[in-house]
């Protein structure tokens, strides 16, 4: 099985939770092999410079500092899917398809139709409506 991690299912994992726990014994159970893609990479990576910038420098910096540094030092553990040509032709079909959806939902979702990945992600409503995107949530 060939699988992509959404932001929510990778930072539970980096963050090395309970829930990360259990999304770990999934995929060993399953034999899935376990891609991230630039589009959650980004997210992810974005979310934890905004807090390190939220914060005045020096001390009030360690915590943040440390989950991006796990957020990079888990994402050297995976393959990393592009957001390539194909990718991106998908993502301009289904940007006219669903006009509401968010720009970071299509992109991801677009990686893994161009790939025949199945998401995984705790935000099945996001994606579910998307033709031919299998959606999965291994966190509940």
């Not at 959404?6 to 891609?35: S, W």
């Not at 910096?61 to 990079?72: K, S, V």
């Not at 790939?115 to 579910?128: E, G, I, K, M, P």
Request: aromatic share 8%; hydrophobic share 45%.
């Amino acid at each position: 099985m060939f699988v992509v991690l959404d932001a929510n299912h990778f930072t539970e994992f980096a963050n090395g939770t309970p829930f990360g726990k259990q999304l770990m014994a999934r995929i060993k159970k399953r034999h899935a092999d376990v891609f991230s893609c630039i589009v959650a990479a980004e997210e992810s990576l974005r979310g934890w410079l905004a807090l390190v910038r939220s914060r005045t420098n020096g001390i009030n910096q360690l915590e943040p500092y440390a989950r991006l540094l796990a957020c990079i030092e888990t994402l050297n553990h995976f393959a990393v899917l592009p957001f390539d040509r194909e990718a991106a032709l998908t993502f301009h079909r289904l940007q006219k398809e669903h006009p509401r959806t968010g720009t970071m939902d299509l992109k991801i979702a677009a990686i893994c139709l161009a790939h025949d990945a199945t998401l995984l992600t705790r935000n099945l409503s996001d994606f579910q409506h998307i033709p031919g995107l299998r959606v999965e949530n291994w966190l509940d």
